[in-house]
């Protein structure tokens, strides 16, 4: 019977929003709604927080999580990568509560994700032959016509021999909607990087499930989309 973890990673010291990871969202605190989504999804044995502190941690276990153990200070900064920090804690949870085939690392600041979008990508896990599953989301531009400005305002296209062509000249453009990575045990333990891994595969979520939450104006706007998606759920 295969066996699979979430890890929620939850590190102090958010300089865009302080405190982020445990701020109210629409009344409880945001890392609360992947905590209680793992662990009503029915698709995980064991559900934990990483971080690498306490007041964070007791929220955790507070919202129905085990936090087995603190994170190492230098997995905690601001530039450590993801995946040798699932790594680290997939390992130390491993001695704590045996040995796990799949690690989902669900991103404490992911409110709009749902069960069944989880268990799609799952799906599609366990039919890979390793390697991880992350969703995309469609860019809303076609990003092979974009410029920068330089100071006076001048604009300099990336590509310039794009010049004359349209949006319908190139593929569809997707980016990484960062709301978790799904990953077979070994492709987390090698730390090989999504991008990088031979077998990693990509579901397709619409822009509507989608906030990166960096801002007071990108936290307003998923506010605003949860609440509406809450009126349109059947009564």
């Given amino acids: 019977m295969s066996r699979a973890i979430a890890i929620i990673p939850a590190r102090s010291g958010s300089k865009r929003i302080p405190g982020k990871n445990i701020r109210p969202f629409l009344g409880k605190p945001i890392i609360a709604y992947s905590i209680e989504l793992a662990r009503s999804s029915g698709l995980f044995d064991e559900v934990i927080v990483s971080t690498d502190a306490e007041s964070i941690a007791e929220v955790g276990r507070a919202h129905g999580a085990s936090v087995p153990f603190l994170r190492d200070p230098n997995l905690a900064d601001d530039k450590t990568p993801l995946i040798p920090t699932i790594a680290h804690a997939l390992q130390q949870a491993e001695e704590h509560f045996g040995r796990f085939d799949y690690c989902c690392c669900i991103l404490p600041t992911a409110p709009l994700l749902t069960a069944d979008i989880l268990a799609s990508a799952y799906e599609v896990l366990t039919k890979s032959e390793g390697g991880y599953v992350f969703p ?98 059947p009564k």
Avoid at 139 to 158: A, Q, V
Avoid at 166 to 195: K, L, N
């Fill in 136 to 233: 995309a989301c469609k860019c809303g531009i076609s990003i092979f016509r974009t410029f920068s400005l330089d100071e006076n305002g001048k604009p300099h296209m990336f590509w310039p021999e794009n010049r004359l062509k349209s949006a319908a000249d190139f593929p569809v453009p997707f980016y990484d909607a960062g709301q978790f990575y799904w990953g077979h045990r070994e492709a987390f333990v090698s730390c090989t990087p999504v991008f990088v891994h031979p077998h990693t595969k990509a579901v397709h979520l619409p822009s509507s499930a989608v906030v990166d939450i960096d801002t007071e104006d990108d936290w307003a706007r998923a506010e605003e989309i949860a609440l509406s998606n809450a009126r349109h759920q």
